[in-house]
């Protein structure tokens, strides 16, 4: 497979030919639309192909506008493909949350609220009534306080699995207070009550790692990675010139130790410092993500705050990802992003979800970080996919 090589005469190019791509029109279908005078933001996308095929996505918001503090997912569904959404439900006291399907029935699991306990919630209708996790029986897995993502579910061994996060390090502050952990119960098993759960031991922030350049770890995947080993993948916090890192931690098979090499268990990972999900296919034995890349040319910018491009990547073991093409990008950083990601396989094609920061009629989004909308995309044939034409015809 030959990686897609960006270089800075791509993006000298790319910027002086703008003017021919009509950068005004929203990428992707819009599912929902907040305005940025509102202090009100799109957070944790979500998408799940439920059993007829229909599609259900997620969001909650974020932002000073959000006056009562209260966590409340929007709830949205498409009966075509994703070509239109409607939204049929809101779910109160969620937040950071992600969606999937197990048997017949829908779930999303994630915290109750900001640094809240660990919930699970189920529902058998496609997402437009769900249950109330009111106790231990009903899905209130973990007293506490619980960080999470949309980041990837895997089904394993018998048990379904999640990489979750605790704020309850022993250094405070973004980053530094996260403690990285998986969360799994067999897949038979009532997974509503909280004593069919395991977790393993929390993994702390350490400030000696990557030579004090290490500013955390957060919103992990867990995968099974080469030789059946279980792996949580996480976002780390690392922005120095040498490149974004990604942090693999090992976690055993009955789902109740993790550990880490911090020797090893670093890897140049496009992207690495904001959120990403990976999930292997197994045609094309890869594994596959869809990062924040960041180009030559934006370098010199703040990587965690460079957004403005998504790249489609691909790996055979984890530790070494190509570049396979650019799927979304803006030439603006600032006040454009595409981030949070979460994708789904279909077929031969990849759908996936963007907390979108874009043009609208009343002055675009806040910033990069603070989207104004949800976005639902395909990547059509992902496993040949090049980068559309225009950008093709660019490359030197």
């Not at 259900?56 to 070509?83: C, I, P, W, Y």
């Not at 999937?100 to 058998?124: A, E, M, Q, T």
């Not at 018998?158 to 969360?183: I, Q, S």
């Not at 130790?257 to 904001?274: L, Q, R, Y």
Request: hydrophobic share 35%; proline share 4%; net charge negative.
């Amino acid at each position: 497979m030959r990686p897609f090589i960006f270089n800075m005469l791509l993006f000298i190019s790319l910027c002086s030919a703008s003017q021919n791509i009509d950068y005004a029109q929203l990428p992707g279908v819009a599912i929902n639309h907040v305005s940025a005078a509102k202090n009100l933001y799109i957070g944790s996308p979500s998408i799940c192909i439920l059993l007829n095929g229909n599609y259900v996505a997620t969001h909650e918001f974020f932002g000073s506008g959000n006056k009562d503090k209260s966590s409340v997912v929007q709830v949205f569904l498409s009966t075509d493909k994703g070509k239109t959404w409607q939204q049929i439900s809101k779910i109160e006291g969620q937040v950071w949350s992600k969606l999937f399907v197990l048997h017949n029935d829908l779930y999303i699991l994630g915290p109750v609220s900001n640094g809240g306990d660990l919930v699970i919630r189920k529902s058998n209708d496609g997402g437009h009534h769900w249950t109330t996790p009111i106790d231990r029986f009903s899905g209130r897995l973990f007293d506490g306080h619980f960080h999470s993502s949309s980041t990837a579910v895997l089904f394993y061994n018998g048990r379904v699995w999640k990489a979750v996060e605790d704020v309850d390090g022993p250094y405070k502050g973004w980053g530094k207070e996260f403690r990285a952990m998986v969360v799994s119960a067999p897949i038979d098993a009532d997974i509503l009550k909280a004593a069919n759960w395991t977790k393993t031991n929390a993994m702390p922030y350490n400030p000696e790692y990557l030579n004090g350049d290490f500013g955390g770890w957060l919103e992990g995947n867990i995968v099974l990675g080469p030789n059946d080993k279980l792996v949580n993948m996480l976002r780390a916090d690392y922005r120095e010139a040498d490149g974004e890192k990604a942090a693999l931690i090992s976690i055993s098979n009955d789902g109740k130790t993790a550990s880490f090499d911090p020797e090893n268990g670093f890897i140049n990972f496009p992207g690495g410092c904001k959120k990403f999900n990976i999930l292997y296919d197994n045609e094309s034995q890869l594994y596959w993500t869809i990062s924040n890349y960041v180009p030559e040319q934006e370098k010199g910018y703040n990587p965690e705050r460079t957004r403005n491009t998504q790249a489609l990547m691909c790996s055979g073991d984890l530790r070494n990802w190509n570049v396979k093409g650019i799927v979304l990008h803006h030439p603006d950083v600032e006040k454009h992003g595409f981030q949070y990601v979460d994708f789904q396989f279909e077929g031969k094609d990849i759908i996936f979800v963007s907390r979108t920061a874009y043009d609208d009629d009343e002055g675009g989004a806040d910033s990069q970080h603070n989207a104004n909308y949800l976005t639902f995309h395909r990547i059509k044939n992902f496993r040949d996919y090049v980068t559309p034409v225009y950008w093709q015809e660019l490359m030197p």
